[in-house]
């Protein structure tokens, strides 16, 4: 899809050569000749230690896209996991962005009327007050970049909107991120979420992933709700 809309990009499929094959076979012949195929025998698997698999499995799918980036042979890499690896590739294999002491991982969220960005989730265990302060900055920068958002909003997820909850961390977080140049709104309301007051949501890994996870678990329940609903309109008894 990014081949046909983008005329100029090539794309290198990394991996096991006999199946990406036949997928690349259906694509139109001017999207075709942009693919190509770089051949790859270990996998790095989602129980795997993602330093150590960084290190050793210098023929996975992973590693190889890395170093091509590194090379310079390509610009960047898209992957679906192991996520714990890719932070680990990236940090390994490529170096931190000078000012940033922390890989932050972005989830889009789900809502009504604006692109939500949730930072960090699940990347960062125990962060620091620059920790969050820097993911609020990737954060800005990324839906300024990739999402055309000219003036993004910044929030900082906490157990409650009152600026006397949360621990020392999240309101040193507030202070640094209050006193920079980002378009600080204070702390998520109950409703945030619903009606996209913000744009960037910046988090410690714990919140971040109960958010998103929910979130998630919601829109299974409402999908299989719907089924059920559904079938016993087409199929009554």
């Known amino acids: ?18 199946k990406i094959k036949p997928i690349i076979e259906k694509a139109e012949k001017n999207v075709r000749s942009r693919l190509n195929i ?9 129980g795997d230690s ?15 896209g890395f170093e091509m980036v590194r090379s310079g042979e390509a610009a960047g890499i898209v992957s679906s996991g192991n996520t714990g690896a890719i932070a680990a590739g990236g940090v390994i294999l490529l170096g931190r962005i000078p000012g940033i002491d922390r890989p932050g991982l972005g989830a889009m969220l789900p809502v009504l009327n604006r692109p939500t960005l949730l930072m960090d989730v699940g990347g960062t265990v125990r962060c ?5 302060f820097q993911f609020a900055q990737m954060g800005s ?20 909107e009152e600026l006397t909850k949360g621990d020392d961390v999240i309101s040193a977080a507030r202070q640094l991120i209050e006193n920079s140049d980002l378009n600080y709104r204070d702390l998520p309301r109950r409703t945030t979420y619903r009606t996209a007051y913000l744009t960037l949501s910046s988090a410690t890994a714990l919140p971040a992933t109960l958010s998103l996870n929910s979130g998630k678990a ?9 089924r059920k609903s559904m079938l016993t309109i087409c199929c009554p008894r």
């Not at 620091?128 to 969050?132: D, R």
């Not at 000219?150 to 409650?160: A, D, I, K, T």
């Open 1 to 18: 899809l990014a081949c046909r809309e983008q005329p100029h990009l090539s794309v290198a499929l990394i991996g096991d050569s006999e």
């Open 38 to 46: 770089v051949p790859a025998d270990e996998v790095i698997n989602g």
């Open 50 to 64: 993602p330093s150590i698999s960084i290190r050793r499995k210098k023929n996975s799918s992973l590693v190889i």
């Open 128 to 132: 620091k007050p620059i920790n969050l």
């Open 141 to 160: 920068i990324y839906m300024k970049l990739f999402r055309n958002v000219e003036n993004p909003s910044v929030r900082l997820l906490n157990m409650g």
């Open 218 to 226: 919601l829109v299974n329940c409402l999908r299989t709700s719907s």
